[in-house]
Nanobody, 115 residues
Framework: QVQLVESGGGLVQPGGSLRLSCAAS????????MGWYRQTPGKQRELVAT???????NYINSVKGRFTISRDNAKNTIYLQMDSLKPEDTAVYYC?????????WGQGTQVTVSS
């Protein structure tokens, strides 16, 4: 059983920055793909960015050039650096991890972009 603990959400003004962290623990196997998803009320959860164990990244178009996902395999931790934030980035952000072909989710952290 893998536990994912997110941190770093909060309230920020448009154009500001936030850095999310997600630490994984409890896995008996190497953790493969990890990533960030987000969800707003009434909408489906959407992929934001993913990163493989080897560091290959993928982003949705709306965050390219503004968000950066990174990973520290020694700490089983991923990060999401979010710059030039926009009100439409407001959502609950969830961490995701895949270990031994099973998916795990964090509890979510709220990001609010508002003046």
């Amino acid at each position: 059983q893998v536990q994912l603990v997110e941190s770093g959400g909060g309230l920020v003004q448009p154009g500001g920055s936030l850095r999310l962290s997600c630490a994984a623990s409890g896995s008996r196997f190497s953790i493969g793909l990890m990533g960030w998803y987000r969800q707003t009320p009434g909408k489906q959860r959407e992929l934001v960015a993913t990163i493989t164990y080897g560091g290959t990244t993928n982003y949705i178009n709306s965050v390219k050039g503004r968000f950066t996902i990174s990973r520290d395999n020694a700490k089983n931790t991923i990060y999401l650096q979010m710059d030039s934030l926009k009100p439409e980035d407001t959502a609950v952000y969830y961490c995701y991890a895949n270990a031994a072909f099973q998916g795990y989710w964090g509890q979510g952290t709220q990001v609010t972009v508002s003046s």
